[in-house]
Nanobody
Framework: QSGLVESGGGLVQPGGSLRLSCAGS????????IGWFRQAPGKAREGVSC???????KYADSVKGRFTISRDNVKKTVYLQMNSLEPEDTAVYYC????????????????WGRGTLVTVSA
């Protein structure tokens, strides 16, 4: 088991906001690169955003300017703040981590949570 647990998903209207949380072990959340992924019905899983252990971030083009990833090492949690949500953002969102990446983060992860469903609909 990865020990990663996502929360914060739910139903939101277009234009609304949600904040997802990814909780894990203190060691993992402090020293591993962490990423958020999503999988919409009938589509492949895609990387949404990731954050390195030193705080450098990366975003998919589809969410730039709308989503913000952050990490709180004291609370052992990584967040994904999602604003201006669109129906196309509807998906199961997964948190994942890697202890083998060096430097900036990428979407090649080793450990996965079980996901949280985000539905954007009027």
């Amino acid at each position: 088991q990865s020990g990663l647990v996502e929360s914060g998903g739910g139903l939101v209207q277009p234009g609304g906001s949600l904040r997802l949380s990814c909780a894990g072990s203190e060691f993992m959340l402090q020293y591993y690169n962490i990423g958020w992924f999503r999988q919409a019905p009938g589509k492949a899983r895609e990387g949404v955003s990731c954050i390195s252990r030193n705080g450098r971030t990366k975003y998919a083009d589809s969410v730039k300017g709308r989503f913000t990833i952050s990490r709180d090492n004291v609370k052992k949690t990584v967040y994904l703040q999602m604003n201006s949500l669109e129906p196309e953002d509807t998906a199961v969102y997964y948190c994942a981590s890697s202890g083998t990446q060096l430097g900036d983060c990428n979407y090649d992860m080793d450990y996965w949570g079980r996901g949280t469903l985000v539905t954007v609909s009027a």
